[in-house]
């Protein structure tokens, strides 16, 4: 590896799953297979931007066994994902990186959330500080996944998730949250945390 790149400061990150966070989740059993199926969630293009300019990566992590059950191939995926990324640019948006499973729940592989493997791959791969770093997701599977990979979970929902270090009903909120933050002075070791648990106004 490049021991330059390697020594380089560490960068922190929001890991974004895809289906109900950034487009409309399709019903149970239904995959995104192409451009018409993919919707964006109003407000989220101005949430990454947001996100974005706080100086995070955006970074999707998404399983998608679709194509493992044979209901779309990876080369209708890519073209669902080069559709999402001309929507977002449309706006200036940049993402950092896409990682997708392509596994079935029973194929044992490490990538397939709640397991962490994309989210650690994307760390070694970008240099990130989990520690400074978000998973948003609006499943079990994305908090879980979070927690066994280190990172706080960010849990999209208009319910509580105890699990999820905080729940927001969308991505624009968790957004706007982050960036109110930033004009606090920052006193985050010695005040007591259980004071943010959600922001649901
Ligand atoms: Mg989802
Ligand atoms: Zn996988």
């Given at each position: 590896m490049?021991?330059?790149?390697s020594?380089?400061?560490?960068?922190?990150?929001?890991f974004?799953?895809?289906?109900?966070?950034?487009?409309?989740?399709?019903?149970?059993?239904?995959?995104?297979?192409n451009?018409?199926?993919?919707?964006?969630?109003?407000?989220?293009?101005?949430?990454?931007?947001?996100?974005?300019?706080?100086?995070y990566?955006?970074?999707?992590?998404?399983n998608q066994?679709?194509?493992?059950?044979?209901?779309?191939?990876?080369?209708q995926?890519?073209?669902?994902?080069?559709?999402?990324?001309?929507?977002?640019?449309?706006?200036?948006?940049?993402l950092?990186?896409?990682?997708?499973?392509?596994?079935?729940?029973?194929?044992g592989?490490n990538?397939?959330?709640p397991r962490?493997?994309?989210?650690?791959?994307?760390?070694?791969?970008?240099?990130i500080?989990?520690?400074?770093?978000?998973?948003?997701?609006?499943?079990?599977?994305?908090?879980?996944?979070a927690?066994?990979?280190g990172?706080?979970?960010?849990?999209?929902?208009?319910?509580?998730?105890?699990?999820?270090?905080?729940?927001?009903?969308?991505?624009?909120d968790?957004a706007?949250?982050?960036?109110?933050?930033?004009d606090?002075?920052?006193?985050?070791?010695?005040?007591?945390?259980?004071?943010?648990?959600?922001?649901?106004?």
């Amino acid at each position: 590896m490049d021991a330059e790149l390697s020594q380089s400061k560490h960068k922190k990150a929001i890991f974004l799953d895809r289906d109900g966070v950034i487009n409309r989740k399709l019903p149970e059993n239904r995959y995104v297979a192409n451009q018409k199926e993919f919707e964006l969630i109003p407000g989220v293009r101005a949430a990454l931007k947001i996100l974005s300019k706080l100086g995070y990566l955006l970074i999707v992590v998404t399983n998608q066994r679709g194509i493992a059950r044979g209901l779309m191939d990876e080369t209708q995926l890519n073209e669902v994902h080069r559709h999402m990324k001309t929507k977002l640019e449309e706006r200036d948006i940049l993402l950092d990186g896409i990682y997708f499973c392509p596994h079935d729940r029973d194929e044992g592989c490490n990538c397939r959330k709640p397991r962490p493997g994309m989210i650690l791959e994307a760390t070694t791969q970008f240099n990130i500080d989990l520690d400074q770093s978000f998973m948003v997701g609006d499943s079990d599977s994305d908090v879980a996944a979070a927690v066994s990979a280190g990172v706080r979970a960010i849990r999209i929902s208009s319910e509580i998730d105890p699990q999820a270090y905080l729940t927001f009903p969308t991505l624009v909120d968790f957004a706007q949250y982050l960036d109110r933050l930033k004009d606090q002075p920052v006193e985050t070791t010695c005040g007591d945390n259980n004071d943010q648990r959600t922001d649901q106004r």
